[in-house]
């Protein structure tokens, strides 16, 4: 049952939160409130009673974005409703609980798509807009919030927001990317990308190693709709960063008359089974493979299956291109029982090269190497705390067990200097692990000082606030 909304904050019940990659976790009171005005009240009764509120939509973060232990946490997924759609210019009001896959089942019959998507389609699109989310397509139209046409923001302060480029601009520049710490959203407005097919036309390109992936990227960005590679974190010498690059293109009707019916979100449902194995299951097959020589095995066997096996372009489903990770819905239990990180530093293209070939073999000589890694291409936006830059990143994925941790957490600070040292910066929505050094430097305190200044104005009494907030300096523990 859900609480009273004026129920006293220490007697909602409690829940155990976790960081999607096991790595973090914490007890906090929790409510899920139903409109921006029990969200208000929900805030209001927080500051009565000395307690302080994080937002969580899906709890799709990696770390402790939306994290707040011993206090308030608040689940925006009660508000999920869709506002308007209009199919004829592809405009969509949405609540911010509202996920990605909600958008996409609703829109696509009538010829659109998100114009930005991650890895998964399960996040709220409230926080997607918190952390500015990327996708395979940065390089050619930026993150979702470059895709924003006005929102409603609510803040502790009770003041009542409409945000747009030209209405409150400091404070839709701020709360896109202000990781839930300025207020929330309760109405947003997305222009939706038109589309005329419901598959792409893919391409699978080898690469024998990471300059090669470099220069097709840059050799390529102009024509291509998508763009992103698999990394080889454990090849060396030189095959240092080998893999496997993907290119999409979009399609016009008359290029693919049948992916015409494709645009009916039920024919883009992903397949039950992989190779024969039900999905829910192949997490746990995945966990077989889950250590060094496993998976330098699976490596090897993947790159050299592109090599002697060329594939020709293809269709693929806009679903089955873009949700790589819930093709297998319980894929991170193969890094149980101590979970991992996901460590995902964004570089400018200048110094990229050189920074990504330094952190793979800084990892082989610590023998804490990366079992996933992914490569894309980015530019730059104008939020302001946007992780977002005319560059690369490369995600990677880092087991912990209970004997690695204090070594890796000793690496990754050791990664995090030569991020700094080439003007790059990380990304707030999987960091574990950033300092309030690190952050001062990756943004600078031109940004942070900005920020805080809104906040001030927003937030005079500092009811929000989250662990990763207090983590990196941007807001002190109370």
């Not at 050189?354 to 936006?381: E, H, P, T, W």
């Amino acid at each position: 049952m859900q609480p009273e909304i004026g129920t006293p904050i220490i007697q909602l019940p409690r829940r155990v939160y976790d960081g999607f990659g096991f790595a973090t976790r914490s007890v906090s009171m929790f409510a899920r409130p139903q409109s921006g005005a029990e969200v208000q009240q929900l805030m209001l009764n927080a500051q009565r009673e000395g307690y302080t509120v994080a937002l969580r939509g899906s709890g799709r973060s990696y770390g402790d974005a939306a994290m707040n232990g011993g206090n308030l946490v608040l689940d925006m997924t009660g508000m999920r409703r869709v506002i308007a759609w209009d199919p004829a210019t592809g405009v969509i009001d949405v609540e911010p609980g509202v996920t990605i896959e909600d958008v996409w089942r609703l829109c696509l019959k009538d010829g659109w798509w998100p114009a930005v998507v991650p890895g998964t389609m399960f996040p709220t699109i409230g926080g997607c807009l918190a952390m500015n989310i990327h996708g395979k397509n940065h390089f050619r139209l930026g993150g979702t919030g470059d895709h924003v046409i006005e929102a409603d923001f609510v803040t502790p302060a009770g003041e009542q927001l409409l945000l747009s480029r030209t209405e409150n601009a400091d404070f839709f520049h701020a709360a896109i990317s202000g990781f839930g710490m300025l207020g929330t959203f309760t109405r947003i407005r997305l222009q939706l990308k038109r589309v005329e097919s419901g598959r792409l036309s893919v391409e699978q390109i080898p690469a024998r190693n990471l300059d090669e992936q470099f220069d097709y990227f840059e050799a390529h960005g102009a024509d291509s709709d998508y763009l992103v590679s698999w990394v080889d974190c454990i090849a060396s010498g030189s095959g240092l960063g080998r893999g496997q690059i993907h290119r999409a293109l979009y399609l016009h009707a008359d290029q693919d008359p049948e992916g015409v019916p494709m645009l009916d979100p039920a024919r883009q449902d992903l397949p039950g089974t992989i190779l024969g194995v039900p999905r829910g299951v192949v997490g746990s097959v995945l966990g077989l493979f889950n250590f060094n020589l496993g998976m330098q095995l699976v490596n090897t066997g993947k790159y050299f299956a592109s090599v002697l096996s060329p594939r020709a372009a293809y269709k693929q489903p806009h679903v089955a291109f873009h949700f790589l990770l819930d093709y297998v819905p319980t894929w991170r239990n193969a890094y149980q029982p101590g979970g991992f990180i996901q460590y995902q530093p964004f570089i400018p293209k200048e110094t990229a090269r050189q920074a990504f070939k330094d952190i793979l073999r800084l990892n082989q000589a610590r023998g804490l190497v990366s079992y996933l890694g992914v490569m894309k291409r980015y530019r730059a936006d104008n939020f302001l705390l946007s992780h977002a830059l005319d560059g690369y990143s490369m995600a990677m994925d880092f087991p912990i067990t209970a004997s690695n941790r204090e070594a890796l957490w000793k690496m990754c600070y050791e990664m995090n200097e030569i991020v700094l040292a080439a003007g790059g910066k990380f990304y707030p929505a999987k960091d574990a692990l950033m300092r309030p050094q690190d952050f001062q430097r990756g943004w600078g305190q031109q940004k942070i000082a900005a920020f805080r200044a809104l906040r001030q104005r927003a937030d005079p009494n500092r009811v929000l606030r989250s662990d990763l907030a207090v983590r990196i300096g941007l807001d002190e523990a109370r």
